[in-house]
């Protein structure tokens, strides 16, 4: 069986990970997250899509905040948690 780290290298989608590990996509988000703030890298393209990742990112960069929920309703819930929580976890793993 894949991990999860390998499942994302393959470029697979938030929902085709979390249904190959039998999770939900919030606790594969919240896992993917984890990686990625622990500096692992891939592309999280097949995750968040790129236009949603710079406008998430952007955000997070100018309210200067952490928040998932901040930054979904900066957003105006165009973007889902699960989405914020990975673009999230790839900013603090940049740092």
Same mark, same amino acid.
């Given at each position: ?19 190959? !590990?039998?999770?939900? *996509? ?6 993917? /997250?984890? +990686?990625?703030? =622990?500096?692992?890298?891939?592309? &999280? ?15 997070? !960069?100018?309210?200067? *905040?952490?928040s998932?929920k901040?930054?979904? /309703?900066? +957003?105006?819930? =165009?973007?889902?948690e699960?989405? &914020? ?11």
């Amino acid at each position: 069986m894949d991990t999860l780290y390998e499942l994302c290298t393959k470029g697979y989608s938030l929902a085709e990970v979390a249904a190959k !590990l039998e999770i939900s *996509t919030r606790t594969a988000a919240v896992y993917i /997250e984890r +990686l990625l703030r =622990k500096g692992r890298t891939f592309d &999280i393209a097949a995750l968040v899509p790129r236009e949603k990742h710079h406008e998430i990112e952007e955000l997070f !960069l100018s309210l200067q *905040t952490a928040s998932v929920k901040r930054i979904a /309703e900066g +957003l105006q819930n =165009k973007a889902t948690e699960e989405e &914020i929580h990975i673009v999230r976890g790839y900013l603090q793993g940049k740092n």
